[in-house]
């Protein structure tokens, strides 16, 4: 929850809060999946508008930049922590085209995701010698 954000002085109710927060825990949990709003409106019975804006409230985030940061992150993690190619790591993470995922990456990040790869290796070589 936002720092800033006090829970009482929210406009809803404790179960409407549970919802927002049982949908933030299922998007941290598939990321992988095809999620769009009308599928987490269906699936936790919640109206779309009182969704987005909670959801905002709460967590100071749109739903899907929310998604798209938990993406971002977790390709960031196996990029550096993994020696998964970066097509592998895209598909991982939801992205049918590693292009797109490379457009998106360096949208979030302002570095392409070669650039890290290749910074890691780097320092690696460096601290090698």
Do not use: W
Not at 12 to 38: A, P, V
């Amino acid at each position: 929850m936002k720092a800033s954000q006090d829970i009482r002085n929210l406009n809803c109710s404790n179960i409407d809060l549970k919802i927002i927060q049982e949908i933030k825990t299922y998007l941290e949990e598939n990321i992988k999946e095809d999620i769009h709003i009308i599928t987490l409106v269906r699936q936790f019975g919640i109206n779309e508008f009182k969704l987005k804006s909670l959801f905002k409230q709460v967590y100071g985030i749109t739903v899907m930049r929310y998604l798209r940061k938990c993406r971002m992150d977790r390709a960031r993690d196996m990029l550096m922590n993994t020696d998964l190619e970066i097509k592998e790591i895209a598909f991982l993470i939801g992205f049918k085209y590693a292009h797109h995922f490379s457009k998106v990456y360096q949208a979030h990040f302002h570095v392409l995701p070669k650039e890290v790869r290749g910074h890691i290796y780097d320092n690696l070589l460096i601290n090698k010698s």
